[in-house]
T-cell receptor, first 116, second 116 residues
Framework: GAVVSQHPSWVICKSGTSVKIECRSL??????MFWYRQFPKQSLMLMATSNEGSKATYEQGVEKDKFLINHASLTLSTLTVTSAHPEDSSFYICSARDLGTGSGYTFGSGTRLTVV | AQTVTQSQPEMSVQEAETVTLSCTYD???????LFWYKQPPSRQMILVIRQEAYKQQNATENRFSVNFQKAAKSFSLKISDSQLGDTAMYFCAFIQTTSGTYKYIFGTGTRLKVLA
């Protein structure tokens, strides 16, 4: 089945630094990927839609300059948290859709970001 | 706006018993998809079952089945013969298909604990 690899699985960084999270579709091409943020014991909140070869579409309230998304190829989307602060600490999850397997999306295993 | 409501924050069930998780949604669309996802402590999102809105027959996947009531906008999940491995957070999700965006809208989740 469709597999989405997300890396790293966890990262600790200092305040003010930037962190890049990668999301790869391993056995299919994904023209669209989604990035979610999940706080402890809460649901997934969609941050942005990543479109291959074009600008990402951000949800209302998400700072596009803080959360930079790049989708340069059909199998890779990256989320860069710029000038990270402790309030950016969260669990970030990506997902992608394999058009060959129906309407459901496959999720990456998530990245736990801790900013100290 | 589309919304998904899960009114049961936490539930518990004895091993081998049956439990039903409720989900209601609100949409003005006629074509959409509904899903139940499981998120165990590993936080990997795992697709449990999906239902196409145009299908009247309720979806079934082994011990998991849904009761889809389109007119009532209800989509409950029944887990039969509950197993310890079913302990997880369960999210009901809706995909809107307008404009080809296919964005998930998640409910707030139900934490299910299966008791030995």
């Amino acid at each position: 089945g469709a597999v989405v690899s997300q890396h790293p699985s966890w990262v600790i960084c200092k305040s003010g630094t930037s962190v890049k999270i990668e999301c790869r579709s391993l056995d299919f091409q994904a023209t669209t990927m989604f990035w979610y943020r999940q706080f402890p014991k809460q649901s997934l909140m969609l941050m942005a839609t990543s479109n291959e070869g074009s600008k990402a579409t951000y949800e209302q309230g998400v700072e596009k300059d803080k959360f930079l998304i790049n989708h340069a190829s059909l199998t890779l989307s990256t989320l860069t948290v710029t000038s990270a602060h402790p309030e950016d600490s969260s669990f970030y999850i990506c997902s992608a859709r394999d058009l060959g397997t129906g309407s459901g999306y496959t999720f990456g295993s998530g990245t736990r970001l801790t900013v100290v | 706006a589309q919304t998904v409501t899960q009114s049961q924050p936490e539930m518990s069930v004895q091993e081998a018993e049956t439990v039903t998780l409720s989900c209601t949604y609100d949409t003005s669309e006629s074509n959409y998809y509904l899903f139940w996802y499981k998120q165990p402590p590993s936080r990997q999102m795992i697709l449990v079952i999906r239902q196409e809105a145009y299908k009247q027959q309720n979806a079934t996947e082994n011990r998991f089945s849904v009761n889809f009531q389109k007119a009532a906008k209800s989509f409950s999940l029944k887990i039969s013969d509950s197993q310890l491995g079913d302990t997880a957070m369960y999210f009901c999700a809706f995909i809107q298909t307008t404009s080809g965006t296919y964005k998930y809208i998640f409910g707030t989740g139900t934490r299910l604990k299966v008791l030995a």
